[in-house]
Structures are given as C-alpha cells and as structure tokens.
C-alpha cells in the first residue's frame, strides 16, 4: 500500500509544550514481571507474577513501540519520566539462508537477530538496563505480540516488564493503556510463531523445486499459491467459456410525456429461452397485435440500510472500488492514520483506530459520541432512535479491537485535510464517512413493479423513487459492475393503474451473449479470500504484492491476469502438492491456528499433523517429470538422447540458472552441455509505422527482450523500442521508451531523441502522481529504501513497500 511523503507537514509547528511530569508506574499499581530467562533464553515473557520481589529503580520507563513515528506521538502523550523508542518492525527472526526449524526437536524456531537490526537491539538493552519498568507496547494483533516477546527475550534488565495495548493514539487511550498493564499473551505468540514456521517450511521446501525446473528466484508459498491458483483457475474458466446467443425483448413503453420500458419476463410462465432472432421475431409478432392493459400493480417501500463500520477486509474492498488503492496502499495509508499526525496545533495525534480487526464492534463512547455529532449537523430523522447495531460475519472473529473508525468524530476531514497526504486524506474521509454514516437511519425508495399479463406473455416495469436518503447524505457504497443493480439504479415509472393500457411505441428485440467470470479485481480477489477463508485480511496486502513483484500475475485495467511464468508455478505446484495447495485445506489450517490462538490446539500439534503428509508428498515428487513438463520435453525421447560429442547418455541437469541438458561425463572426461532454452517467439503484429519507409512494424524478441521491427527486413532496417505508453515529461509530445548503452545497461528516454534529450536511469511505469495527476513515475527498488514512486514531472515521491517488506518479498 503506498503512501506519500513530505518534507514537512503544512501546519506550522507548534511551540515546545511543557511535559507533564509524572512519576514511574508505582509497582502496586501496575502488573509486573520478574525477568527471567531459561537456558534457551526464550521463555521469558511480560507477567504480573512475583510483582513484589521486583526491585526499585529510579530512572525513566521504557516504552517500545514498532514505529518511530507512533513513539513520537505517543512520547508527547506521557511525557517526562517515559523514553520511548521503536524496534522498527520485527528484531528477530528465522534466519535466511537455512530453514531455522528443528523438526526433529519439537519444530523448536532458531531465532537470529534481522540483519541492520543490531544496533537497535543494542539501543533498546541499553536503555531497558536504567529503566524502571519496561513497557512492550507493539501493536496489539499476533505479530505484534510476537515482537513484544522477542523483545522481552532479548532484554538484559531487572526492571519489571509490562505489555500495554494501544487500539488508539490518543492522550486519553494511551493513559488508560498505560494505567492497566498486562502480560504477554503465549497464546498469540504461538499462533503467530506456528503461521511463521508453516511458512517457512512450505517456502524452503517447496520452492527449490521451482529453481530446478523453471529459475531461481522464484518463490512457493502456503497462502500465496493458493491465491494465485484462484487466479490462474479463474483465467482457464475464461479461455474455456463458449459464449451462448440469447435475445431479450423489451417494450418502450408511454404515457403521458413520460417514456419506460417493460421488459418480457415469462412465457407461458417459465423464464423467456430465446436463442436466435428468429425465435425472439416470432415473440415480437405476437406481442405487436396485443394492447398492453396493466393488470396488477404492486407498491412496496425498500429500506436500505447502511454498511457497517469498516473491517480490514472490507476497508481494502471499498478503497479499492472507490479510490482505485491497491490494498497495500490501503494499508499504509491507514497505518500513518493510526500511528499519529500532526494536526493544528495538536501534538501527534492518531486519527483512526487500530487497521488490522475482522470486527465491526464499536465501543458505547464512540457510539455516544456519533449519534450526538449527526444529532447537532443534521435533521431529526437522519438520527435512528436507538444505535444500529451490527453482527461480524460468519466464521471466527477476533473481537479484541473495534472496528475501524475515526479516533475523534468531531474532526471532520475538511478539517484534517490541511495536514495530510492526498492518500491519508482520501483514506480518513472514506473511514470517517462510513462511520458516521453506519450510525444513521436507511435511505427509504418508493419501488413499484407493474405487470402486463398478456395471456402466453408476462411483460414487466420496475421503478424507484427515493423518498428520503437517509444515510445516503452522506455516504454510498462503491460497487464493480459484476456486482449487479440495486433499488437505488432503478428509474422511476409513471403513475400506473390496474386496467389502464398504455401506448406502446415499439416492441424491440435486443442479442447478447452470455459472458464468462470475470477476471478478479484487487476487491473481488479481497473478498473471495475472505470469503474461502484463505489468509487473513491484514496478511492479504502482502499476499497480492507478492504475486505483483515474482511477475506471477500483472494488473490491467484493475484486473489480475496471470502471467505465463505464475500460470506455470502454479501447475507445478498444484500438480505437485495437490492436496497442500488446496482451498479447503488452506482455509481448515486457518482455522487450525485460531484453536492455537484460543488455546485449544498446543502449535506442535498442529505443526506435526501437517509435516507429515507435506513430507510425503515431497518425496513424491518427480522433478524429472516437471522439468520435462514445464520445458514441453518428451521423457522418452529425453531418455534416447546420446551426446554428440561421445555417443554417452545425455541428462536433464539443474543449475542456478535452471535446467539444462548435459553428457552423463560432463566435467570428468567430455564437456558438452545444453541449455534449455525455448523457441523463439512469434513476431506480433501491430498498428506502429515504420519511421524509415511508413510499412507497418511487428514486435520481435531479441537478446535483450522485445522491440519493434519493420515488416520490410531485410529490405527496411527500421527499429525502435517499444512506447511504454508514457508521454515524456521534458517535451510532453515523444513517448518514454527502454533504450540501451553501448555497453548494455538498459535507461528510459524519449523516443524524439535527440530533439528530446529527456533520460532516466530507473524504469518508468504507468500510474498517476496523485500530487500533479501526471501519469508516469519511476519505479525504484532497494534494501536501503524499499519499493518508491517518484513523479516524472513533479518529484513527487510515494513509498510503496518499506525496507523490511521488500526484503520479506
């Protein structure tokens, strides 16, 4: 999810507050631990045990937090006698380049310190050695419980430890926090310790087998692959759908001045099946010589009532609808909601709840403080006598958090949006209006639906007319056409009565095809996870840019196509591990580690009865076979290859740069080898001009990738790059195209070189600033910085992936 960023907030800084200074948590009034570590220095945890034998100390407490900028509000907020600092993400972790889990030993988790994330781990020792009480305060879901205890681990100190949880950066939530400490919950590390290890296990194992038969690189893993074969399966139903003919008929309809149309909707009371004109002719013929005389006329009022507060998933779906964010830009934008901004004169301060709940409950304060907010700024009849209330959605719902909403309803966005990015401001007016609108009364339509029985033939009219809008005053929801139409999409229709007959203008027959699934959009794709209960809303921006980055699926026109390279992963993975790779089981493991998180179901337990069955099925596996498979070889044949160099065997080998052929001898008494290469791809056509004799240019692929030839070759030498479809940002005519140095190394230009000298070293890629709306901003990735778009025409730079996400895909 992206965000923006500046160099400093619009709103002038505020003068130095005076700290409020207050005293380090008396031990009578807090829970406290006594730190302790085992031989294997990982059993210490936050506890309220043995609060009593824990020594005074008399410096500072120390809070620790993930983020530097939620320490920074929070750290306004307590003021002296607290030093807050943030780990930055996580601090440990299974190390890279082995599998880390003794699976012999329990699945017991080798934990190594992340690489860059010493000092910070030195600072943080340092720091809890003078403290007078730690406090972990990471954020309050499965991955921050397990930095808490990682933490807690690695702490060299006396002082007791707390866990704090702050469901919002608030002065007021952050004190009460702070008042009612508790501890460590085992249960939510090793919910997230056994998901980490699942993981690890499916990636380490399961993804050599895609170095051997197709690259390096490449990446299987539990929830992503399933995600892509949903993908990858949808596509297979496109390319296998055989659309079907069929004709509706309508009649356009009159009175009055006023023009409807009714539509057939039986005959001889089944549903209409015409499949060829002639069939919906013969229907029109018989229709052209009745009067159409209404016989029944049915008013009914729909009440519409509004959404709930949002939940990660849905927020993801409705940003994606109505703001076109991909659910990675979703969720960095709300995260810098939550952790603090500065507004006005206020210190840092978090506009919205905690981002990551499957809950749609609201606690009774904020209930309170909405209803008196759409109490004072509108009419009596936008406020429901008695709150709305709202159930959560089938299957197992984590209830710790609220949903998502504003911190504080009275900070309308108009008011906030001075002081926010273009995406935080967006974000938060989405987030607040669904809010606030959740709290009022429905929108009210006045539905009619007329009927004209003509003996063999039902034609039909429907109408709506809104008769109060309700919470739609506020705030509709976003919807994607496959979604259908609603009460609200209906046109009205003229006052009609039972025996009245209209004028009917003409009876006119309309072809369709049916047409197959459509693709998955980042919404539908959101929701049907949700739905199968695959992942978890808050791992599902992850999951999808993942895919993105491995090149296993592109987005065009916001739909998910798959790539060749994902559609093969996922034949391979899918043929190989058939039944780990599967919706159900996914979704059933899912529901595997919840029991862990409740404490019903020990993390070992659930570890062992799934190696088992992945242990056997990665034995079976013929990577011969795959390879063969993925290259389009034929085994048998394979098998009477000799080399022409010495007549021996010849067999299929894997490298780091893949599969190749190779003498059985190679690198003892005979040198030859093969690669794998396949055959070269046909030219495409295309509607670009030569530029040297005006014939018409095809795309070819060449040793660095594909260009644009003339049709002419060898006659015309004509070539050029392909336009990426981005207008140069110097001239605003020439297109940016990939160019190359003498010596190799690709940049983009514009194509009206050397009128144009317009070049950039990083690739340029088709998005639209939302600082300057210009469409084009160069993609940038590295360990330092993470994932970045910066505008072509503006600087205007965007974070889409940090450091540590990059690094994690």
Avoid at 8 to 18: E, G, H, S, V
Avoid at 649 to 671: H, I, M, S
Wanted: hydrophobic letters at 35%; proline letters at 6%; a positive charge.
């Amino acid at each position: 999810m992206a965000t923006t960023r500046k160099a400093a907030t619009p709103a002038k800084k505020t003068a130095a507050r005076k700290a409020a200074a207050e005293a380090a948590p008396k031990a009578s009034a807090t829970v406290k631990a006594k730190a302790a570590k085992t031989s294997a220095k990982r059993s210490r945890k936050a506890s309220d045990d043995d609060a009593d034998s824990a020594p005074a100390r008399s410096g500072s407490a120390l809070v620790i937090v993930e983020s530097p900028t939620k320490a920074k509000s929070i750290g306004k907020y307590l003021g002296r006698g607290y030093e807050v600092k943030a780990t930055v993400g996580h601090i440990r972790d299974l190390p890279t380049r082995k599998l880390g889990v003794d699976v012999d030993n329990g699945f017991q988790p080798q934990y190594v310190t992340i690489k860059g994330k010493t000092q910070t781990l030195a600072d943080l020792k340092k720091s809890a050695r003078k403290a007078s009480a730690v406090f972990l305060a990471t954020d309050p879901d499965r991955e921050g419980e397990a930095i808490a205890w990682h933490v807690a681990d690695q702490m060299d100190t006396q002082a007791p430890m707390h866990r704090v949880l702050f469901h919002e950066i608030t002065k007021d939530a952050v004190k009460e926090a702070m008042a009612k400490p508790g501890r460590i919950d085992d249960r939510l590390v090793n919910a997230q310790q056994a998901r980490r290890i699942l993981d690890r296990l499916v990636g380490y194992k399961a993804s050599p087998i895609l170095w051997q038969s197709i690259k390096t690189g490449l990446s299987a893993g539990r929830v992503q692959t399933v995600a892509l074969r949903l993908i990858v399966e949808r596509e297979r139903a496109i390319r296998a759908f055989k659309p079907e003919e069929y004709w509706t008929i309508a009649a356009e309809c009159l009175k009055a001045t006023q023009e409807f149309k009714a539509e057939l909707k039986k005959i001889d009371g089944h549903n209409p099946q015409l499949h060829t004109e002639a069939e919906a002719r013969r229907v029109v013929a018989d229709l052209e010589k009745l009067p159409f005389v209404v016989t029944k006329v049915e008013k009914r009022n729909r009440r519409k009532r509004p959404a709930a507060p949002f939940t990660t998933s849905t927020l993801q779906q409705e940003a994606a609808k109505k703001l076109g964010f991909s659910a990675r830009r979703t969720m960095r934008a709300a995260q810098d909601l939550y952790e603090g901004m500065e507004v006005g004169e206020e210190a840092p301060v978090g506009l919205i709840t905690y981002m990551r709940t499957d809950s749609v409950r609201v606690s009774d304060a904020a209930i309170a403080a909405v209803r008196e907010f759409i109490g004072a700024s509108y009419a009596k009849p936008y406020l429901p006598e008695t709150p709305n209330q709202y159930a959560s959605r089938g299957g197992k719902v984590q209830d710790a958090h609220e949903a998502i909403r504003p911190t504080d309803v009275r900070r309308r966005p108009e008011l906030v949006q001075p002081y926010l990015e273009p995406d935080q401001f967006r974000l938060y007016q989405l987030i607040w209006q669904r809010f606030v609108a959740s709290q009022m009364t429905p929108a009210v339509y006045d539905m009619t639906v007329v009927d004209f029985d003509l003996g063999r033939y039902l034609m039909r009219t429907s109408g709506s007319v809104m008769i109060f809008d309700g919470y739609h005053v506020l705030y509709t929801e976003g919807r994607e056409a496959e979604e259908g139409k609603g009460v609200e999409d209906l046109s009205p229709i003229p006052p009609l009565e039972v025996g009245e007959q209209v004028t009917v203008r003409q009876i006119v027959p309309d072809q369709h095809f049916t047409e197959p699934p459509p693709r998955f959009s980042e919404a539908s794709l959101v929701k049907e996870l949700e739905r199968l209960g695959i992942g978890r809303p808050s791992t599902y921006a992850s999951i999808i840019s993942t895919l993105t980055a491995r090149e296993y699926v592109t987005l065009e026109q916001r739909r998910f196509t798959p790539t060749e390279l994902g559609e093969t992963v996922e034949r391979i993975m899918i043929d190989s591990f058939p039944s780990i790779f599967n919706v159900d089981f996914t979704a059933a493991m899912e529901g595997e580690l919840d029991k862990i998180e409740e404490g019903e179901l020990a993390w070992q337990h659930v570890l062992r009865d799934f190696y088992a069955p992945f242990t056997v099925a990665l034995k079976a596996v013929n990577l011969g076979a795959i390879v063969a498979e993925a290259h389009g070889l034929n085994p048998e044949e394979l098998a009477k290859e000799k080399c022409p160099k010495c007549g021996a065997q010849v067999e299929l080998r894997t490298g780091r740069f893949g599969p190749y052929f190779a003498c059985v001898n190679y690198k003892q008494t005979c040198d030859y080898v093969k690669s794998l290469k396949k055959s070269k791809a046909p030219d495409r056509p295309t509607e670009e001009k030569c530029h040297l004799c005006g014939a018409d240019m095809v795309i070819k692929t060449g040793r660095f990738g594909e260009f644009l030839a003339c049709t002419k070759y060898p006659e015309c030498k004509g070539t050029r790059s392909i336009p990426l479809g981005i207008k140069c940002p110097k001239c605003d005519v020439g297109d940016l195209a990939e160019r190359r140095t003498k010596r190799g190394k690709s940049f983009w230009g514009c194509m009206r070189y050397p009128a144009c000298d317009f070049s950039t070293w990083n690739r340029p890629v088709v998005e639209t600033c939302p600082s300057c709306g210009f469409v084009g901003m160069e993609k940038k990735v590295s360990k330092a910085e993470g994932e970045t778009r910066t505008c072509l025409k503006c600087q205007h730079r965007v974070v889409v992936m940090d450091a540590e996400e990059v690094a994690a895909t």
